[in-house]
């Protein structure tokens, strides 16, 4: 039975039989039990499926991605213990040393340095591009050795709305795969999957979880992607693995390929996997998703408006207000609302900012965005604080800007705490 996507937040991922919980149980379990050595040799020849060791497979962790795979409409999805750790699997599992790929330049700084730096250490370069740029300026920067495209939905902190069928034309004309990091607009506003999009990526740490508990992430799989059709350039998908049986992931995984030789491979040497407890804190978030982003977007927007009309404030950068530089874009993408992550920028001077800050009642400065509770963070002297104010600039960050992370309390108690600490400025 095909079902919505608020039935899919409640329901999707684990379905018990007679007399098992009605609720996820946690398998805090390292490994599982078999009766004789010769099932076990079975679970190692790939002849028999079940579960063996937690680093490969769980069933706790299998339930959450299950349901994070169904409400992105993917053939397969994988949690990674962070967002860190998804991108860089997302990423890792098409591009070895001398390869290349391209990227948005607006993304979050975690990302930037991750792509920037540390890829480069393990010998794969990226190119960092406006979104923007014309087509023509941003298809130069396409080599032969490009094997992925790279932006996030909705950008953090800078709240840029990705074109994503654009970007997904144009990897796509290059012969590689679009990954998009759905982390902000969440399946509930937008499913890029829908728009072209090959590969999604999420920090679970944000609106999934949203209740800031677990820090986690997922890499779901399109199916989409022909790798067959592009052997030269994927040749870890399409010739065989000797790591694993001399298999060929395309011919005997077909359209799950890429995200099962992400887990038997990535997963398998890497081993960023969540604590089984994680992934039950995150299912409980997941329940109520499909209540709390409109809730989210509701506020925000309500907060956004009001920031603008306000005289003490320089710039309000909110992909729902009407003039914003994204809003066609967010109309298009995100017809239902964005998310509740505003950027503004207060007149005045960078004590201001701070004083602003520190005078907030229950509005706290924390490193951290999207739970239900409203908080701010000045990225250039917290979380983006590593980069150049050059850098700043490229990645969408200006040195005033506040990020706003607008939660699910009254919006009128949210402006009077924003209104009382400008006052003290
Ligand atoms: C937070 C964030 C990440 C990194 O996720 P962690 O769970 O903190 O590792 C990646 N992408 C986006 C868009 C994020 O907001």
Known sequence: MKKNLETLCVQAGWTPKKGEPRVLPIYQSTTFKYETSEQMARLFDLEDEGYFYTRLANPTNDAVAAKINALEGGVGCVLTSSGQAANFYAIFNICSAGDHFITSNTIYGGTYNLFGVTLKKLGIECTFVDPDWDDEHIEAEFRPNTKCFFGETISNPGG???????????????????????????????????????????????????????????????????????????????????????????????????ITKLVSQLMRDLGSIPSPHNSFLLNLGLETLHLRMPRHCENAQRVAEWLEKNDKVAWVNYCGLNGNKYYDLAQKYLPNGSCGVIAFGLKGSKEDAIRFMDNLDFIAIVTHVADARTCVLHPASHTHRQLSDEQLLEAGVRPDLIRLSVGIENSDDIIADLEQAMKKM
């Open 160 to 258: 840029n709305v990705f074109d994503i069928e654009r970007f997904a034309r144009m990897a796509h004309r290059h012969g590689v795969p679009l990954i998009v990091d759905n982390t902000f607009a969440t399946p509930i506003n937008c499913r890029p999957f829908e728009w072209g999009c090959d590969i999604v990526t999420h920090s679970t740490t944000k609106y999934m979880d949203g209740h800031a508990t677990q820090v986690g992430g997922a890499v779901v799989d399109s199916g989409n992607f022909d790798w067959d059709a592009h052997a030269d350039k994927f040749p870890g998908l399409t010739t065989p693995d000797e790591s694993y049986h001399g298999l060929t992931y395309t011919k005997t995984f077909g359209k799950k390929a890429y």
